[in-house]
């Protein structure tokens, strides 16, 4: 294994620049739908006062939960003490913090009074988890900025394992706060369940890896730095296992419900399509679960595609709309679902639509607002990489595994 | 003879003066349950009562809105003529039961939880509980993030997607926050009694009471000892405010 070289990419290219006019305009989409949504009121949106969370939150909850597992490929390099991942470590640093960045733009930016996000950071009832994950994010930024710098400091790189100890610690906090939102819910059927925090965990592992890979290998086409098999198989491999690691989740989740005679109805909703859940249904056999799940794991792991990184790219896309369209299953879903406030009754009239499932369409605002998201991350990656020294100039097998042998 | 009336008029002194010592000490804690019903404004809410309603399903007339006009009336809420996205404080549902087909019909609001959870999830401490039992939101700290609207198990709570015009003063609102039924707070602190409750007497159903759960002789503690009352969802152990007769 050879020495790696750490520096930043040229980023004068018209390539780059556009790259970066392309998320620019996403980005100020979003602020433009910002605009829209918060000057006509929320009304003019598809959330309403029974779907009250809508997609800019499964925009950003997959980005928050995804910036977590982001910072995986660090871990594994300061606390397992996996030479291969060394390299790897500052970009997955990086992109964490972009990643909570642009998850966090839209979730305070679809607030009703975005304006007040001061009270935000200076008010806090510690009963609410709500108010604990404010406190996770922002820490999060410090220690893992803190993480970043101290291995891109020469002086400092000797307590790059302590600070990737406390990043591994916290991410872990960071995503069980983020699941336990939902879990936490008491009242909802689709919620309410303490597996929420170790679901959204594993989710972090998968969707942060694939967003991690498609990252790496388009920054290193992109520029023409070489990346070797070796670190793309290992990634690759450790992709599959996380995937199937998130069905099993979903498989026990729903497993748990279909026990509870009382939580069968909303199962019945959310796997057969009963009661006009036929849209969420729908998203989860053919999106989350075919799309998102089984169609990758074929792709990772069918014989004849080991080097293959179109293979490994498209799997990665569709592990990333899989992970959006289980965000919006559980997110949309859970909510869609009518809460039982009257057991044993059936409601004749309301006018608040108690006992209705609500379908919910995203309006085109929303959906922009999510994309920008996405868009502020990727910037921001694309500006990291260009200031500072996140990637080796170099990651090809001799450079980076350490068990090379020239052939 | 002179020393004996001195002695008198000592003795006289004495007991007048405690009379009226006693009289201070404990004449706050005999006129409580007054100072109660009528709150000065400078006086602070306090654990002492705690504000509840009862209503009476067998009552409460099917197709009759007179509760929600009145509501509407009072807080100055206004229709979009879109119902998914209007607020409503407070809402009339028919039931059936499923297995005795009995039709039922009953306003639903805030239930004013003695655990609200709304306010366990408010990140911002927005949404709270007067020592009295009411729930309300505060709107000065209000971020509209909705998380209380997720929580809320009797889908109680709206938010505000439209421009708020006509704002009663008494009543707060704004577009961007959330807001539930305050079972009229501003009457109820100047010893009134709710809108909603004032129309369906009005309309001679007399299906809903209000007062304080806290006094044993007050017309709801005597209603709830004869008869009793279903809390909606009791299985939560939230120990609501409202309760129900009839279903």
């Given at each position: 294994m050879k020495k790696i070289h750490l520096q930043e990419i040229d980023g004068n290219s018209m390539g780059y620049l556009g790259l970066l006019a392309f998320f620019g305009a996403f980005v100020l989409a979003a602020l433009g739908s910002t605009y829209y949504m918060e000057h006509n009121g929320h009304w003019v949106t598809g959330m309403n006062n029974q779907v009250v969370w809508g997609m800019p939150h499964v925009f950003a909850v997959f980005l928050i939960?995804?910036?977590?597992?982001?910072?995986?490929?660090?871990?594994?390099?300061?606390?397992?003490?996996?030479?291969?991942?060394?390299?790897?470590?500052?970009?997955?640093?990086?992109?964490?913090?972009?990643?909570?960045?642009?998850?966090?733009?839209?979730?305070?930016?679809?607030?009703?009074?975005?304006?007040?996000?001061?009270?935000a950071m200076t008010k806090y009832n510690f009963k609410s988890i709500f108010a604990w994950n404010m406190i996770l994010y922002?820490?999060?930024?410090?220690?893992?900025?803190?993480?970043?710098?101290?291995?891109?400091?020469?002086?400092?790189?000797?307590?790059?394992?302590?600070?990737?100890?406390?990043?591994?610690?916290?991410?872990?906090?960071?995503?069980?706060?983020?699941?336990s939102i939902f879990g936490f819910l008491v009242a909802r059927p689709g919620y309410d369940m303490a597996m929420m925090a170790p679901m959204f965990i594993i989710m972090s592992f998968s969707f942060g890896l694939a967003i991690y890979l498609l990252v790496l290998m388009a920054a290193y086409n992109w520029t023409n730095r070489p990346l070797g098999d070796v670190v793309v198989n290992r990634l690759r491999k450790l992709l599959g296992v996380f995937v199937a690691a998130v069905l099993y989740f979903v498989i026990v989740y729903h497993l748990t419900n279909l026990y509870a005679t009382e939580h069968h109805g909303f199962e019945a909703f959310m796997l057969l399509g009963e009661n006009g859940g036929s849209k969420y249904s729908n998203i989860f056999w053919f999106v989350q679960i075919l799309l998102g799940s089984l169609i990758p794991l074929a792709m990772i792991y069918a014989p004849g595609v080991a080097n293959c990184r179109k293979t490994l790219a498209t799997a990665c896309v569709l592990i990333v709309i899989g992970g959006l369209a289980q965000m919006y299953t559980i997110i949309i879903g859970g909510q869609a679902f009518p809460m039982e406030i009257f057991p044993g009754m059936e409601v004749l009239e309301s006018t608040f639509a108690d006992g209705a499932t609500t379908i919910y369409s995203a309006s085109l605002p929303e959906i922009l607002l999510g994309l920008g998201g996405i868009a502020m991350s990727m910037m921001v990656v694309a500006l990291g990489i260009k200031v500072l020294g996140f990637l080796p100039q170099s990651l090809a097998d001799e450079v980076a595994d350490p068990h090379y042998k020239a052939k | 003879m002179i020393e004996k009336t001195i002695n008198f008029s000592r003795r006289v002194f004495v007991e007048k003066t405690a009379t009226v010592a006693a009289a201070v000490t404990i004449a706050p804690g005999v006129f409580l349950h007054q100072v109660a019903q009528a709150k000065p404004a400078d006086q602070a809410v306090t654990s002492a009562v705690r504000w509840g309603m009862l209503i009476d399903t067998n009552k409460c007339a099917t197709g009759c809105t007179a509760c929600v006009s009145a509501c509407n009336e009072e807080n100055g809420i206004q229709s979009h003529d879109r119902p998914a996205t209007d607020q409503q404080w407070i809402r009339k549902v028919k039931l059936r039961d499923t297995q005795t087909g009995h039709i039922t019909s009953l306003p639903m609001m805030c239930q004013h939880c003695e655990k609200p959870p709304c306010v366990d999830v408010c990140p911002t401490g927005a949404s709270m509980k007067r020592e009295d039992g009411i729930v309300l939101v505060d709107k000065h700290i209000c971020i509209g993030c909705r998380y209380c609207m997720m929580a809320c198990p009797y889908k109680a709570r709206s938010f505000a997607h439209e421009t708020v015009t006509d704002q009663k003063d008494y009543a707060p609102r704004g577009k961007g926050t959330v807001e539930a039924c305050t079972l009229c707070v501003h009457r109820v602190d100047e010893g009134g009694t709710p809108a909603c409750v004032e129309a369906c007497n009005a309309a001679e159903h007399g299906a809903m009471i209000f007062g304080d759960l806290k006094d044993p002789e007050s017309n709801i503690s005597k209603e709830l000892e004869k008869h009793g009352g279903t809390q909606l969802r009791a299985d939560l152990r939230l120990n609501t405010g409202v309760r129900y007769q009839g279903i």
């Open positions: 939960v995804a910036a977590s597992g982001a910072l995986n490929v660090a871990s594994i390099s300061s606390v397992f003490n996996q030479k291969i991942y060394k390299p790897l470590a500052p970009l997955s640093t990086l992109l964490a913090l972009a990643l909570l960045l642009g998850g966090l733009m839209i979730l305070v930016l679809d607030l009703g009074r975005p304006d007040r996000l001061i009270v922002n820490g999060f930024f410090v220690i893992v900025g803190v993480y970043a710098w101290f291995m891109l400091d020469r002086t400092m790189k000797k307590y790059s394992r302590y600070a990737g100890f406390a990043a591994f610690i916290w991410r872990l906090a960071l995503t069980t706060g983020t699941g | -």
